[in-house]
């Protein structure tokens, strides 16, 4: 079974780091892109960037350029999402998702999300 | 930046035809892909390259595009399809995604 599984919820201060996860199975990992998509409280989905695991090409959206980090590690088929710093309007839900090519494709699996409390 | 717009909502009645549209200036270049959200869940795809239908999706979900929009339409919307819709596609430049703002759709 094609699946992205993600960490846990987190709870962080205002000024911490975080790195979170998105383990993919059921695929050979190099052969697709990884989004990863916020849904703030309330609020519709947003694109934030993306990598191809393969050879680490990633792009990210204007409005999160500078402010997170997508990586992946095609050794354990993994890739992830990170910040130095972070700030409440941070907050939000966190998703995966795979892309057969970008940038034609779409999204067809995603993770069941991350959650992240960013609070003092 | 590149935008995608959605109406905000859209009503009908069980049975009625609902349909969702989204417009932005690459479409006529640019494949559209619809999301289904239900609250608390991840999106679910629904349609991807304008038109074509992802195994396991009902038959009454169908796709369209022409020009600068994109048409999500419901033939027979049921009560299970109350969700937040979502189209997608990439901008111009080809470097960037973008999601429509949603539309929360209502089958009352």
């Known amino acids: 079974e094609v699946q992205l599984v993600q960490s846990g919820a987190e709870v962080k201060k205002p000024g911490e780091s975080l790195k979170i996860s998105c383990k993919s199975s059921?695929?050979?990992?190099?052969?697709?892109?990884i989004a990863w998509v916020r849904q703030m409280p309330g609020k519709g989905l947003e694109w934030m960037g993306i990598?191809?695991?393969?050879?680490?090409?990633?792009r990210y959206s204007p409005s999160f350029q500078g402010q997170v980090t997508i990586s992946a590690d095609k050794s354990i088929s993994t890739a992830y999402l990170q910040w130095t710093s972070l700030k409440a309007s941070d907050t939000a839900i966190y998703y995966c998702?795979?892309?057969?090519?970008?940038?034609?494709?779409?999204?067809?699996?995603w993770g069941q999300g991350t959650t992240v409390t960013v609070s003092p | 930046s590149y935008e995608l717009t959605q109406p905000p909502s859209v009503s009908v009645s069980p049975g009625q035809t609902a349909r969702i549209t989204c417009s932005g200036d690459?479409?006529?270049?640019?494949?559209v892909y619809w999301y289904q959200e239900k609250s608390s869940q991840a999106p679910v795809l629904v349609i991807y390259?304008?038109?074509k239908r992802p195994s396991g999706i009902p038959q009454r979900f169908s796709g369209s595009s022409s020009g600068t929009m994109a048409t999500l339409t419901i033939s027979g919307a049921q009560v299970e399809d109350e969700a937040d819709y979502y189209c997608?596609?990439?901008?111009?430049?080809?470097?960037?995604?973008?999601f429509g703002g949603g539309t929360k759709l209502t089958v009352l």
């Open positions: 998702a795979r892309c057969g090519s970008f940038p034609r494709g779409g999204f067809d699996i």
């Open positions: 059921g695929y050979t990992f190099t052969t697709y892109w």
């Open positions: 990598i191809f695991p393969a050879d680490s090409d990633t």
């Open positions: 690459a479409l006529p270049k640019k494949y």
């Open positions: 390259e304008d038109s």
């Open positions: 997608y596609s990439t901008d111009t430049s080809g470097n960037h995604g973008v």
